[in-house]
């Protein structure tokens, strides 16, 4: 003590409080990180992926419940997958309950009654239905299913059969095991996630309106993975948690010209109008938001695990957040997460070469900050510009969704910590915001706990393989990705101990 007052003596106090302040949260700083029982192989209720159950998930991969646009989905392979669902499970299709109804023709919505009615209900979500492959460019068929190496190539298996089949895997176990939930399980399968899900999802959505479910304890869709190497500085594979979706503006920008012959050019064409706007727009970034979305949670909650410099700094954003946001917008990965995005993706004027343009029209597309909105993204894109000529219209946009909790007493958020922590035991589990859209804009009004998050784990380089070729999952992920899901439900119906405080010991 008396050296801290030495220390702090004459000008050097209001730095020196600042260095103690630092170093205690290095040192000290952490969120809730409950003891968890570590999910083994021995363990009597382990499920382990047996014939039968891989088997069944080969079945459902090899059906090509393919969409390809609005309108366009695969009708046929959407009853077969259906049916085959229905024959595989049979627990969870006569089970008393149980409750199944099928919305927008595809989709399926699951019960399975709880015995305590005052508990509100929570909502696991995934979708049925795949995104087109192209085969020629694949080493094995998209739609074999086949095993090699340990893993299952085909499309569908980590976007995101893995999580339907994965569900209904843990579910039949649970139900032919005598489980009879306190608490009210609702499953729902979309079958057009991949356009929109603006029928699937939102029937589900629908339904249980109808059913009187105005509010649900948490939704759980698929999302952010378990990933190797991503964090500088954290040595440990990181398992996130999506709490938030950025937004989505595609912006037509036109300036109106008057064509003429080239002989007789205007002082300014409207393509050289637009080209200087599209250029400011493009070396002006939107201003960083670190700190008012979710990735200030994010680095709060892996900071204990990392290195010291990145952990000094991670644990005391109050002091270092601008020197950190600086950090991050030196990639362009991690860039992506502090700001709303701009790309310039389109550009047309012009038709002849002796004819002085008309109209000058570009696209912008922009990725919205869950903190900004759609019109703050346009005044800011108005004020950059600064030319009336330029007439700004919005072609396609979605709001950011709201951000949901991560604090130490939501239920929904620790639960998934806590599964996640069982199954990947190294992991460290913090939240994240997603960059890519899910069905869960058609869930928003039910909760304010939606998590996404998709039980695979990923090296970065297995990254591409999403929505691209030879997507594939470890036959050691897809037994991770049951238990997961097993151990959730059983988590999720234990409740959330109180947290624990330091007091309790005193
Ligand atoms: C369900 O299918 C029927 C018959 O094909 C069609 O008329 C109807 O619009 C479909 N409903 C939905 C919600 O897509
Ligand atoms: C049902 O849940 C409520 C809310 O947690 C609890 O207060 C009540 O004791 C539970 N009832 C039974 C029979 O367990």
New binding site residues.
Partial sequence: MSDVKYCCGGLGLFLCVLVVIVVVRTFTFSVRTDQVVECKNSDSDFIKLNDQILERFKKGLRIQTVSRDVGDISEQALVDIQNLIKKEYPVVHSSPLVTLDVV??YSLLYSIQGTNTSLIPYLLASHLDVVPAQQENWDYPPFGAETHNGFIYARGTIDVKLGVFGILESMEYLLSNGFKPKRTIYIGFGHDEEIGGS?GAL?IANKLEEKGISQLEYIIDEGLNVLDGLVPGLSKPSALIGTSEKGQAILRLKVKGKPGHSSMPPKESALSILVQAVHRLETTPHPSMFGYGPEKDMFEHIASELSLPYRMLMSNLWLFSPLVSRFLAMSPTTNAIVRTITAVTMFQSGVKDNVIPGDAVAIVNHRIHPAQSIQQVIDYDRYIINDDRVIIEIKNSMEPLPISPCDDNNLGYQMIKNSIRQVWTNSVVAPGVMIGNTDTKHYIHLSNNIYRFTPSYLYPQDIPRFHGNNERISLQNYQQAINFYYHLIKNTDAGLSPSHKHSDEL
């Fill in positions: 927008g023709n029928v029937n």
